[in-house]
Each structure stands twice: as structure tokens, then as C-alpha cells.
């Protein structure tokens, strides 16, 4: 069982999903068009020797690749920050494998474990501030959690078995992962919760099922499995095999919003990049290295939507109706601003008046201007007050806190109208 584990545990190492890898002798190449507005980060064996993997990104078509870490030694595994700002990855530029994280354009370099010769390796799995990885640190290969900037690192599983290749459900919640802690003869899908404790097994096969990637909704770990890529539910109902390949379909990734799946395969004993649909369908091949391998891929998530621009109200002004009969009228012009004071059309003002409650609305034009009217207000009132409530417009947010009037008829929030 030890040896076993051995071997295992030197694949994860060297990168290996096999054992008789070619020599690389071609460059990255484009593909057909796939999504070229997403990216993938992914390592590349840059020249014939096994031992020279540098972290590149490319647009989801294969096209635009570009080189991010140059040391002439092993970074592989990236995985991105959940904002899509910086990329975790392994590396043995100090000697041994470490974690580093940079930013996406390679920029910012950090180190972030310190595990001596023993190492921690990728991919490591980021959700929120926090990032999960695999470390020999206290002897066998561990699932280990920390913050983003490699402080306060905890050991999540404690036994003899190999436990590698940890990924966090969307909720952050739970971490997937693969090990052979059950006696088994393969390694198997597990998960657990984020503190280690409660792991489940899903899978109970006789050939290893490896790397678990969850979905971005959370209904479905891919994982491959006899070297192609399945789909389980997170209960560990529903296997479905995704890929037929003639060679192996190793390292699947899901694309941000979940309707594609990037993995590394073998169509011609090396390693290259390919992206098919969640079901399995329109499998498209990304690089043809040709011997220059190229594997580990994983999807920048979507950024986060730009923060609302502030807007407030810049002018109120009122006035009262001449009416000699019963009743009398009061209206508002209502000004919106942009935060440096521009006037913003088509914003919706939302106010109340103080005679009976109600509620008026009205939307600016052009000039950024409406208006509210409250009709046949008894002569006997002899004023009433509208108070802005709201102003709301898609992509702004309403700071009632910078609401003015330049001409001090009001406090830019509520005005009062008298009758005349």
C-alpha cells in the first residue's frame, strides 16, 4: 500500500497523470473560436526538457497567449483569485514546491507557504479569503487551509493516506477532494466540510477517480476517472461520463458560468487544452503543442460588476397655484445629479407628500429634470412638504447624504410649497 501511495503521490508532484510522457518540440498554436471574451491561465512546458513549465493565459478560443512567469524551472497549477485580480500557482524557484500568488499580469510575485523541503503544491483552491491546498509539510500528503495572504494555515485532514487536489463548493462551504484514505486500491472522490471535519466518499471505483472541480451553481463535481471526465452529484448520485476520447481527458475546469468545461488531454501523447460543453457535446481542441505540452487549465471568474455610482438630488424647487376656487395645487421640479453635480436623465424619483401620504413619481428628462403634482389641496392647508424617498436608475445608487440645493429653497431632501 505504501508504494502505491508512493507512486501516486510522485505523479501529483511531477505533474504526471502518466508515466511515459514525450519530449515537447512545438510551440502553442490557436484553435477554432470558442469564447473568446473568457481567459484560462494554464502551465507550458516552454522548451524539450521535462522540467521548464511556465504559467501562461489565453483567451477561451486558444488565441492571445501570454507568458506571465519565466524562472527556467517548474510553475504550474494556477488558479485564479474569485475576482479574477491574481493567480495562485506552484513553483520551485526557491528549491522546492511552494505556493506564490501574482497578479493576472504576472506582476506583484508573493510567496505564500514556507513549507521546507517536504512543499505545498497547486492547484490550490481559492474561495473568499481563503485558500485550500495540498502539503507534504507534516509528512503525508494533507488537505491544509489558509488566508489569501498564506497566513493562518490549519491542517484539515489528519492521516496516512494520500488527500490531494482539494476544491471549494460556490458556498465555500464544503471542499471536494481526492484521496485513498479508506484502504481502497485507487483514489476516490470525497468531500468535507471547510473545517475537515463530516468527509463523505462518493465515488467506489477500481481505477483512480481524480481531480474533483465543482460547479459553479453547486449541483455537479467533474472529476476524471480511467483518464476521462465525469459529472457526480455533490451526494454522489447521477455519474455520468463526459467525454469519449481516444486518449486521456484529465484536469476538467468549469467556465464561470458553468456551461463549459476546459480539461488537458492526450490526442497525441502529450498534453493539450480542449473546452466542450457541460454535457460532453462540441468538444473543441484550444492548443497543439505537438510535444510542448500544455495543461492544467483553469477559468479567470467573471469580475465582480463595477460598484453603483453615487447620484443625489441637486434642486428642488416649488410652487403653489394661483386658484381663487376651492382648492389649490402644488408642484416640485425634482433635479438628479450625478456624483460630480452633472444632471443624470432618466432616473426615477421617488417622493410622499405630507398632505394624506401620497406617494408621487416621476422620471427625468433630458435637462435631468421631473416633476411631482399634488392636485385640489383644500384651502385650508395652507402648505404642504414633499420629501424625496428614493431615486433609482440601474448602475447608480442613491446617497441621499449628498442630496443640496444651490439656491437654499430647501435642503435638497424635502421642500415646502405654500399657498398663495
Known amino acids: 500500500m505504501r508504494s502505491r501511495r508512493l507512486f501516486l503521490l510522485t505523479m501529483v508532484l511531477l505533474g504526471c497523470d502518466r508515466a511515459d510522457r514525450p519530449v515537447a518540440v512545438l510551440p502553442l498554436g490557436a484553435a477554432a473560436a470558442s469564447n473568446p471574451q473568457s481567459i484560462l491561465a494554464f502551465s507550458h512546458n516552454v522548451d524539450a526538457s521535462w522540467y521548464n513549465y511556465e504559467i501562461y493565459t489565453m483567451n477561451g478560443d486558444g488565441t492571445g497567449a501570454t507568458r506571465l512567469t519565466d524562472i527556467g524551472g517548474f510553475d ?14 506552484q513553483s520551485t524557484r526557491d528549491g522546492h514546491a511552494e505556493l506564490y500568488v501574482m497578479n493576472a499580469d504576472g506582476t506583484g510575485l508573493t510567496r505564500l507557504t514556507n513549507s521546507g523541503p517536504y512543499g505545498s503544491f497547486g492547484p490550490a483552491a481559492w474561495c473568499g479569503d481563503r485558500i485550500a491546498f495540498m502539503s507534504t509539510r507534516d509528512g503525508p500528503a494533507e488537505i491544509y487551509v489558509m488566508n489569501a495572504d498564506g497566513t493562518g494555515v490549519t491542517r484539515l485532514t489528519n492521516n496516512t493516506a494520500l488527500n ?33 471535519t463530516g468527509a463523505t466518499r462518493l465515488t467506489n471505483n477500481t481505477v483512480p477517480d481524480q481531480r474533483p472541480a465543482w460547479s459553479p451553481d453547486g449541483s455537479r463535481i467533474a472529476f476524471s476517472s480511467n483518464y476521462q471526465i465525469y459529472a457526480i452529484s455533490p451526494d454522489g448520485s447521477g455519474a455520468t461520463q463526459l467525454t469519449h476520447e481516444t486518449g486521456a481527458a484529465i484536469e476538467p475546469a468549469w467556465s464561470p458560468d458553468g456551461s463549459q468545461i476546459a480539461f488537458t488531454g492526450t490526442p497525441d501523447r502529450n498534453f493539450d487544452l480542449f473546452v466542450m460543453n457541460a454535457d460532453g457535446s462540441g468538444v473543441t481542441r484550444l492548443t497543439y503543442g505537438a510535444g510542448l505540452d500544455n495543461r492544467s487549465p483553469t477559468w479567470r471568474p467573471n469580475p465582480p460588476p463595477p460598484p ?4 443625489h438630488v441637486g434642486d428642488l424647487n416649488g410652487a403653489a397655484s394661483d386658484n381663487t376656487g376651492p382648492s389649490w395645487s402644488a408642484t416640485v421640479e425634482i433635479t438628479a445629479h450625478e456624483a460630480d453635480d452633472t444632471p ?13 401620504e401620497l406617494t408621487a413619481s416621476c422620471t427625468t428628462g433630458a435637462t435631468g429634470v421631473c416633476v411631482a403634482s399634488l392636485p385640489a389641496i383644500k384651502k385650508s392647508v395652507p402648505s404642504v412638504v414633499f420629501t424625496v424617498s428614493d431615486v433609482t436608475m440601474s448602475g447608480r445608487s442613491y446617497e441621499p447624504g449628498s442630496n443640496h440645493d444651490a439656491d437654499g429653497s430647501s435642503d435638497g431632501t424635502s421642500i415646502t410649497v405654500s399657498r398663495r
Open 76 to 89: 504550474e497549477r494556477p488558479s485564479w483569485s474569485p475576482d479574477g485580480s491574481r493567480i495562485a500557482f
Open 164 to 196: 490531494v487536489s482539494p476544491s471549494w463548493s460556490p458556498t465555500c462551504t464544503q471542499l471536494a477532494f481526492e484521496s485513498d484514505s479508506d484502504g481502497i486500491a485507487s483514489a476516490e472522490i470525497y468531500v468535507m466540510n471547510a473545517d475537515g
Open 344 to 356: 443624470l436623465s432618466g432616473a426615477t424619483v421617488t417622493g410622499v407628500w405630507s398632505v394624506g
Open 308 to 311: 453603483p455610482l453615487p447620484i
